[in-house]
């Protein structure tokens, strides 16, 4: 048995991973199979994906408005080029930022080049601790805004791996 | 999650209960929706490309707008927001024309123009939830 995959099979992989992991006790055998390859060899493939740094983390993925985190804050601001690492790490350092991107200002339509998302369950709470961040970062006076999020119409993984394969599924 | 042959067994052993008892526990939280999938989280800089985008939908289109832009396998998120700009999606795909293709296909379909705002610097990325303390 080879130890590697062939390219077919580890788009296959990739795309079975996206979905996720079947609740069975010996998971990544049931994916071996669905791509005729070994688990030892699914293992292995796997392994070297994460230490080459292909994901963040492996594990469970919570779906954060069904256990109780309603309140979605998207905090948007208008830094100055010249501060915006500065800024961005300082805030990325806070515990109740989840997330902080830089991203490209789009004028006259979007001047806002860094996000910062906020979960909690109360609005009113996560208002109050945006107020209080902006104040201790003394960020009060930078053009800001925050978008909270009113419905969701999806939540799911990233789809990557390109959708034509030439990987058939066995089993 | 460690990656090995059998992941809820060891799991199971770090916390004290048996491999059923964990696997008995997921398939309720996935039952009841508040897991969503098993599995790896993307590095998406490595993975292919992504971009966050928004549309500024006149309210009385954004439910079918929105239910056009969910049906595309590459938008894994797509929330309403209270904003001039008020539907925000995520796309992510094998590479950066891949996107570029959706968004001007949304463009001719829709007639509104998407803003496209690819990250260009990740100053933290925790996709772990404190359930305990956070507001």
Redesign the interface.
Same mark, same amino acid.
């Given at each position: 048995m080879s130890c590697i995959l062939d390219p077919a099979q580890s788009l296959a992989l990739r795309r079975l991973l996206e979905s996720g992991l079947p609740l069975l006790a010996r998971p990544y055998q049931h994916l071996a199979r669905q791509i005729g390859a070994e688990e030892q060899q699914v293992l292995a493939q796997i392994n070297q994906w994460q230490q080459q740094g292909l994901f963040r983390r492996l594990g469970l993925v919570l779906n954060h408005r069904a256990l109780g985190f309603t309140a979605n804050a998207m905090l948007v601001l208008d830094i100055p080029d010249a501060l915006i690492d500065e800024v961005g790490q300082r805030l990325g350092r806070e515990p109740l930022v989840s997330l902080c991107y830089q991203r490209p200002r789009r004028l006259p339509q979007w001047r806002y080049n860094l996000f910062c998302m906020v979960h909690g369950r109360q609005r009113e709470r996560v208002e109050a601790q945006i107020a209080a961040l902006l104040e201790q970062h003394l960020l009060s006076d930078l053009p800001y805004q925050v978008l909270f999020s009113t419905q969701a119409f999806k939540q799911c993984g990233g789809r990557f791996a390109p959708a034509s394969s030439g990987a058939s599924a066995h089993g | /999650?460690p990656?090995?042959?059998?992941? @809820?067994?060891e799991m199971a052993q770090a916390l004290g209960c048996s !491999?059923d008892q964990v696997?008995a526990c997921?398939?309720r939280m996935?039952g %009841? $929706? &508040?897991? +969503?999938?098993? $599995?790896?989280?993307?590095? %998406?800089r &490595?993975?292919?490309a +992504?971009t966050?985008a928004?549309l500024a939908v006149p309210a009385e289109r954004l439910q079918q707008v929105? !239910?056009r832009? +969910?049906q595309y396998?590459?938008? =894994? %998120? =797509? @929330?309403? &927001?209270?904003?001039h @700009?008020n539907l925000?999606?995520?796309l992510? $795909?094998?590479d950066r024309p %891949?996107l570029q293709r959706i968004l001007d296909e949304l463009q001719a379909d829709t007639g509104l123009t998407p803003?496209?705002?690819? /990250?260009?610097?990740? @100053?933290?990325?925790?996709? $772990?939830?404190?359930?305990g303390d956070?507001?």
């Open positions: - | /999650m990656i090995c042959a059998e992941p @809820y067994l !491999e696997i997921l398939q996935a %009841h $929706g &508040r897991l +969503s999938r098993i $599995g790896p989280v993307f590095e %998406h &490595r993975a292919g +992504s966050l928004a929105a !239910e832009i +969910s396998p590459e938008v =894994n %998120h =797509n @929330y309403a &927001r209270e904003h @700009y925000w999606f995520v992510t $795909g094998p %891949h803003l496209d705002l690819p /990250m260009l610097t990740a @100053y933290r990325i925790d996709l $772990g939830f404190a359930l956070a507001p």
